[in-house]
T-cell receptor, first 110, second 114 residues
């Protein structure tokens, strides 16, 4: 079957660094996305990886290892506004089907 | 308006009612999506339209009926729903034409079925 696993909740301190892991098993792979979703709001795009390696975008970085079915989202210099759910999603085989993980709720404390 | 808009934002309906959800995108995209988001569960893809043609139907019950009259508008017609259908229904759009498209989400419609 197809499955995406990520931790349910994480807590970190303002100014620190946090890494949110995601492992996936899908029929085919056509890219991995990370989205941020604040409570009661729509998911917003953070990053996209299709090749192995690290993609850096400001305070946010995303890493992919296709051979291991593994990705992580790295958030640096955490701010209170980073408290949100982070969704890992994989575009599987041909077509537009995207499979989402259940999301990781990140709590940033002062 | 810009981005992806959805109406209504909140909807309460009985199991015998018929209602429709509307989504409109102002991004010039060609692909549009319906997702269901239930509490503590992953986003579930329901339908995908690419250039007005339905390309995905993720085994959705027939009480949900999508309609895509043009690339900017997407509807979800609801009839004889069940209480377990209560959820946040999210619409998204992407440029289309490539399966690596990034999706842009609307704010969602919070649906409660009594």
């Amino acid at each position: 079957g197809q499955n995406i696993d990520q931790p349910t909740e994480m807590t970190a301190t303002e100014g620190a660094i946090v890494q949110i892991n995601c492992t996936y098993q899908t029929s085919g792979f056509n890219g991995l996305f990370w989205y941020q979703q604040h409570a009661g709001e729509a998911p917003t795009f953070l990053s996209y990886n299709v090749l192995d390696g690290l993609e850096e975008k400001g305070r946010f970085s995303s890493f992919l290892s296709r051979s291991k079915g593994y990705s992580y989202l790295l958030l640096k210099e955490l701010q209170m506004k980073d408290s949100a759910s982070y969704l890992c999603a994989v575009r599987s085989s041909g077509g537009f089907k995207t499979i989402f993980g259940a999301g990781t709720r990140l709590f940033v404390k002062a | 308006e810009t981005g992806v808009t959805q109406t209504p934002r909140h909807l309460v309906m009985g199991m015998t009612n018929k209602k429709s959800l509307k989504c409109e995108q102002h991004l010039g995209h060609n692909a549009m999506y319906w997702y269901k988001q239930s509490a503590k569960k992953p986003l579930e893809l329901m339908f995908v339209y690419n250039f007005k043609e339905q390309t995905e139907n993720n085994s959705v019950p027939s009480r949900f009926s999508p309609e895509c009259p043009n690339s900017s508008h997407l509807f979800l017609h609801l009839h004889t729903l069940q209480p377990e259908d209560s959820a946040l229904y999210l619409c998204a759009s992407s440029p289309g034409g490539q399966t690596t498209d990034t999706q842009y989400f609307g704010p969602g419609t919070r649906l409660t079925v009594l």
